[in-house]
């Protein structure tokens, strides 16, 4: 197979934006946009703060992770094969940067990632069928990052 027939890596064709939001109202404003487009938030978690709690490092910029699942993506990934919900939910993450005062927001496809690491064929799975769950997943995502790159600017 060539180079040009190989699917694109997960992490090229992640999402990427910044809103014009204070960090702390930020997070709750990407949750909110997940949650308009029918995702299912799982938890949001401050691993900044997880990880000055339990480990007493202070130099962590804030950065939060809100896990969310979508019933359509999930009910699909199951028909295709129980064990792809191993992949599931979907996380985007909201962070801060030293010396760069945007708050950002990125989002890596889990099923571009059941695609791009092989789980499909791994698993004797019809890749069309995951394909169509790639598809489905980014029609999705696309409605959420339209209304965060909307709204979350000033």
Not at 62 to 90: K, Q
Not at 118 to 139: M, Q, R
Request: charged fraction near 25%.
């Amino acid at each position: 197979m060539s180079d040009a027939a190989l699917p694109a890596p997960t992490a090229d064709e992640a999402l990427h934006t910044t809103v014009d939001l204070p960090f702390e109202d930020a997070v709750p404003f990407v949750q909110l946009e997940h949650e308009l487009a029918d995702f299912e938030t799982v938890r949001v978690t401050r691993l900044d703060e997880m990880i000055e709690g339990m480990l007493g490092h202070d130099d962590v910029e804030r950065t939060a992770l809100i896990v969310v699942c979508h019933p359509e993506i999930a009910y699909d990934a199951l028909r295709i094969d129980p064990t792809l919900a191993g992949m599931l939910p979907c996380t985007t993450v909201v962070y801060e940067r030293a010396g760069d005062d945007r708050v950002h927001v990125h989002h890596v496809s889990a099923t571009k990632a059941i695609r791009d690491l092989g789980c499909a064929s791994a698993a004797g799975v019809d890749e069309d069928a995951v394909e169509d769950l790639v598809t489905k997943t980014g029609e999705l995502m696309a409605v959420v990052w339209e209304n965060i790159e909307t709204h979350g600017r000033a």
